[in-house]
């Protein structure tokens, strides 16, 4: 019986896409996302308003990307479509609230934004919890 040569990749792949999601999750969430929940006061008096839409409407889709977003990616929940708030949040940092930053002052955004835009394309990887038709993880 034939192997085929890609049945060993898989899970060095999966282990990989593993590893992408995990620490680019926790770097999001510990760096941005904690902190704004934290000190959220704090964060509404500071945050930039790039579009006029008010401080709460500028928060709120921060920490929904920033927490809520890398908590399912890190699952392997909904991925890819975890991927597309926090995507879209960091494109407006990088390309409105500062786009007057060098890009070495900007490269923990663009590495971010490399990281979840993979993740976007590739999807979790098998190593991910799995949920039932019936709602109960499988």
């Known amino acids: 019986m034939k192997t085929s040569p890609f049945s060993a990749i898989s899970p060095r792949v999966d282990a990989g896409l593993f590893f992408l999601r995990l620490t680019g999750s926790l770097l999001l969430l510990y760096v941005h996302g904690l902190p704004k929940v934290l000190h959220f006061s704090n964060e509404l ?4 308003d790039p579009f006029g839409f008010g401080p709460w409407m500028s928060l709120l889709p921060a920490i929904f990307a ?8 890190i699952a ?4 890819r479509l975890a991927c597309i708030p926090i995507i879209v949040v960091l494109l407006v940092a990088m390309l409105v609230v500062h ?3 060098s890009l070495a002052e900007g490269q923990f955004g663009w590495l971010l934004l490399i990281i979840f835009t993979t ?3 590739t999807g979790p990887g098998n190593w991910r919890l799995r949920v039932a038709a ?3 993880l499988a």
């Open 45 to 48: 008096a500071h945050i930039e």
């Open 76 to 79: 392997g929940v909904a991925t």
């Open 134 to 136: 019936k709602g109960a």
């Open 99 to 101: 786009a007057d930053w």
């Open 66 to 73: 920033e927490v809520v977003c890398p908590l399912l990616i």
């Open 119 to 121: 993740l976007l394309l």
